[in-house]
């Protein structure tokens, strides 16, 4: 019964910063590995960043490396996405994902729990 909820999207220009949340809940939110995914229009669904759970461990997709922080707070059961330097490139729904084990912490398809997704349109 693990929840996942995003929030924090919305519509930026180039070059400006957003926030995205992931709110937790119906599991032990420290036992789990949790990733961002971001789909585009007409494209498959992409990896964007990982963290263990112990949050030591992170790891983000090259597009971006550098821009993008994922972090998370075991006490308040929350994963946050900081993006920086927005690009229109960026434009997509943004998806959380929880897995207590990801063989593969760039496929979608090894997170058992996904939330609803959060839009993130960066404008040029």
């Known amino acids: 019964q693990v929840q996942l909820v995003e929030s924090g999207g919305g519509l930026v220009q180039a070059g400006a910063s957003l926030r995205l949340t992931c709110a937790f809940s119906?599991?032990?939110?420290?036992?789990?590995?949790m990733a961002w995914f971001r789909q585009a229009p007409g494209k498959e669904r992409e990896f964007v960043a990982s963290?263990?759970?112990?949050?030591?461990?992170?790891f983000y997709a090259d597009s971006v490396k550098g821009r993008f922080t994922i972090s998370r707070d075991n006490v308040k059961n929350t994963v946050y996405l900081q993006m920086n330097s927005l690009k229109p490139e960026d434009t997509a729904v943004y998806y959380c994902?929880?897995?207590?084990?990801?063989?593969?912490?760039?496929?979608?398809?090894?997170?058992?729990?996904w939330g609803q997704g959060t839009q993130v349109t960066v404008s040029s």
């Open positions: 119906g599991g032990s939110f420290s036992g789990y590995a």
């Open positions: 963290i263990s759970v112990s949050g030591a461990n992170t």
């Open positions: 994902a929880a897995d207590t084990n990801p063989h593969d912490r760039t496929r979608s398809g090894d997170y058992e729990y």
